[in-house]
């Protein structure tokens, strides 16, 4: 276009009014023609000068960033980030400007008018003209259909492993049916023989011990049912990008009080940089939970019992301690929860996140299996290390959306 238009400026002089009028004309249509591509985009596209203040922009950066509308007479005088609704979106383009920054982008989740969550990437390039820079270009994608394309795929792969589930169910309602079976025979045998004696029935005692054993085995059964439901149900994960630090802290701060009460002291070795990623709050605040329990269990068992049993003495045992750490490497957001406690062995790290797999007498052996659920719909990966006598280490392993780094040219 440039080429076209500096040839017809080079013959200006020599053309007559028509010609003229007929080589505007043909530029004019041009650029229509360009505006009409800009328009068709799916792509939202703004273009701001160096003020960041809006030069162009086309209609699916209207439905991206200025649902609300936009208040057409402010387009002139006030940067991008005081016109468009999306608060984090600002916030990006402003720090962006601030820091002088270029080829740059991140992920954004945001709710549209219906309620549903939209995945946006946005990334920002110079806007060069003339060989000089003039402003910013801000793309902006949507990118929820491949995000939902990705929870999908990771339930069809969680499917997969219903088929343990559901054989660690067998053998769990195995034994209380069996039980039932036995007893039942029992009390069919003493009353087919009382019938062939005297008459009498059995005395209520031996009924009650037998039928209590059977009500017991009922509950058990029933109990195992609903655990089996509970684990096997989807995962209703509500994605949206989210700061883990802040969770982490909101939690430290109600778990605190009470671990310190505890004598176990709650530490955080946060990363400074804030960086938001694709989760479900409530359910990584039940990941969180149930790792931070059970470190305390943990911990309660060397430490704490060991105040108890030396009580009046010194006991040559330190406190406890629970450490949340947050750090960022090769692309990967790490999320790691540490105690001090009892630890575990060999065969336990292995068996840690199979179903109904537990060292309590009381557990259900399924809220590892729901942690590694939960950490697998969120596309990550959940890991432990841990020394007996010394402590373990849970590390959550996620992927970062999109890192600040510089875009291709």
Known sequence: MDGYVNRVIDMLPKLSDDEVQRIVKSICGRNTMLDSIIESLSTGLVIVDKSWKIIKRNKAANRYLFSNGIDETRIDSEPIWNLTNECEIADFLHKTAQDEKSNVGEEFSTTSSDGSVRFLSVSVMSF???????????????????????????????????????????????NPLGAIS?????????IKKAREGDGLLPDQKFLEDHLDVVNEEIDSLNKHVMDFLFAVRPVKAELSLRDPNTIIESLADFFTPEFNRSHVDVQLNLV????????????????LINISQNGFAAIKSKFIECSEEHS??????????????????????IITVGDNGC?????TVSRIFEPYFTTKANGTGLGMTMAYKIIKEFGGEIQ???HKGEGSVFSIILPVPQTDKKLLK
């Open 384 to 386: 432990v290390q841990s």
């Open 182 to 190: 036995i007893h039942i025979q029992l009390i069919q045998r003493a």
């Open 312 to 333: 009046g003495n010194s006991c040559s045992l330190m406190p406890g301690k629970l450490i949340f750490g947050t750090f960022i490497a090769d692309d990967k957001y």
């Open 128 to 174: 060069v003209l003339k060989s000089e820079i003039a402003g910013n270009i801000i793309k902006i994608d949507d990118v929820t259909r491949k995000r939902n394309q990705d929870i999908l795929m990771r339930r069809m792969e969680n499917m997969a492993g219903l088929t343990n589930l559901a054989a660690g169910m067998a053998h769990e309602i195995k």
């Open 343 to 347: 630890g575990m062995d060999e065969e």
């Open 272 to 287: 400074k940089e804030k960086k938001r990623i694709l989760i479900d709050e409530k359910l990584f605040r039940e990941v």
